[in-house]
């Protein structure tokens, strides 16, 4: 009862936290974000009476400007924007591809440049207003301090899921972003910054302002899902960006300077732009929406009209034009000083941001989903190289295909190993720039170790490692340590204290071939220990039959039987009772037989103190419907008797020789040293005179080779 009343109280919070941060008459219908808050963002501003001040100073001065070139419906001058992306992300979806960033760029290119073909459409009271704004955005190909790059920054910070604080996520990019750690000016570049979490809003920036001119936070804030059409955004979020660019270059949605469509009193607040008609604003695409008729007001109009919804500074579904009034205003922003839009353009602006000219190649980078990948799956590369470039030359020895000339190649192997991966490419004006990848890529067998596979950790130092592969997706990573141990001198430790509430760590099994077993089991032993009875931590051991591509659980270790001993705040290091055995029954794993299974333990923390986890037994029992011999060892007589031998042919000498024989569920029964041996026709004498009736698996361990087969117990 316990565990569902507190369930139901978190349901409820998460309820109430969401009502109160999201205000629903601000989002499109159908969607559970508010589509923009630059408005609120700016009325945020404004309490600040020294901003407000400056704020209408900076109007008055547009205004001016504004009334010069008003009139101009085509100017001739194409204003070129030096833009950089910066990705904030914690490893997640939100870290998105390059591919969908210039897909953005295109997008914005296409609708400032009035090449949507969908403007053709726009309905009859607008068909010939659609405008061409002349303005165009360039990735920059220079960081502030002269340095070559894509014109994407990447920053890995979990303030991407919080956006309370805009500031906040634009000082962990500065500081923590792969290009270049200082400010980057906002009268040099338009800085998008693409987050997870936007305080509630698909997107939001400022108007122009000499409040901020120069700052970084005189740009843009777009989740990932609004960024292009493609990878994790769609058609119908790909617009968000034109939108919010045109609030950067002082539009205000089409109803007035608020974030609040559908309200009557908008009809008396305008847009300062005259050609659009006066409207309340609307949450999907109503084209015959006519909410006020006070359209002649503004001087355009004659008469009262249809509301302009297909506008991009409208919340429609359907947006897909600027009226020439809005491009004056734009305009008017870019060639004004207020804000520094007026350097983004200067020549010397686009020199010193790479955006001059068609940039050439400095960088040959390459990306992948996984780099552990198994023998026979599809790798997917990515070219990252920047920038400019035109033509690839991808190899991939040990792939098939083993070279490529398209952009994101897919290859395959199916050999286990690591894999150097080599690119070339060129770009538009002829350059090559090359570059190897070493070990890029480590394939898994596609078959795997033979069982029984006993791990206690104690011939190595270090994880990841040719049995084990970590995954610490947030938390501290599981790491050998000769500190503890339920055996022999080793354990793994995950050191869970200097990890954060729900973090989770994987120690992921490599294939195992369980295509011979018709049946198998898991065993391992751990020690946990909690800090306090209020910790949520839990263990659970998931198994996969497709080489990890899918997980199922077959173990879950609630927080409420974990520990192992007492709470205890100290350093945690167990002794002979701490550890603990589980077992996973042969019942649980019977789908599981396949030749690239592989298992994991994944922990999530909940505020506890260390695990360890060593002695991971895993049991292969012996196909008895196999009799056919393995390798070239033959046991006679077989049904085995007291004084049955194995003979085998060796071309090789063998050193360090054990002779292991294990029961029909994979238990070790015997163990034996035996002297090296020779090349050449061996006999061994099987010790079976203990030996219960049944199946056993008999198998000879040498440095050199593994060989083994099966015999029955009379
Ligand atoms: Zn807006």
Redesign the pocket.
Known sequence: MKLSTTVILILLNLFIFSQSKIDRSNCRDGEDVE??K??KMMNKLKNNPSFYKQFLKDQQELKKTEDQISGQSRSGVVYTIPVVFHVLHNGGVENISKDQILDAVAILNRDFRLQNTDANNVQSTFSSMPSDIEVEFKLATKAPNGQCFSGITRTQNALTNDGSSGQAQVAAVTAGNDVYNSSWPGNKYLNIFVVNEAGGAAGYTTNPSNWSSTSMRNGIWILHDYVGSIGTSDNSSSRSLT??VG?WLNLE?LWGPNNNPGTATSCSSDDGVNDTPRCIGVTACILTSNSCSNDAQDGYWSSDVVDNVENY?EYSYCSKMFTNGQKTRMRSALVSSVGGRNNLWRNNNLISTGTNSDPTVCAVEISVAKDLVCGNDNVQFFDESYNNIVSWNWSFPGGSPSSSNTKDPITSYSSSGNYDVTLQVTDGSGNVMSKTFSSFITVLGSNGNTPPIFEGFENMSSLPNNNWTIDNLSGPGFQVVSSASASGSRSVKLDNSIGTNGSVDELISNTIDLSNSDAASISFKYAFAKRNSSNTDYLQIYASKDCGDSWALRKNIYSSVLATRANTNSSFTPTGSDWKVISISPNTLNNFLVSNFRFKFKFVNGGGNDLFIDDINLSGSVSINDLERTNNLTIQPNPVIDNSVISFYSNSNLTNVTLDLYDAMGRLVISKRVANLNNGDNKIEIPSSALESGWYLIMLKSQEKIISNKFLKK
């Open positions: 589509y923009c630059t408005h939108h919010e609030h949605h500074m």
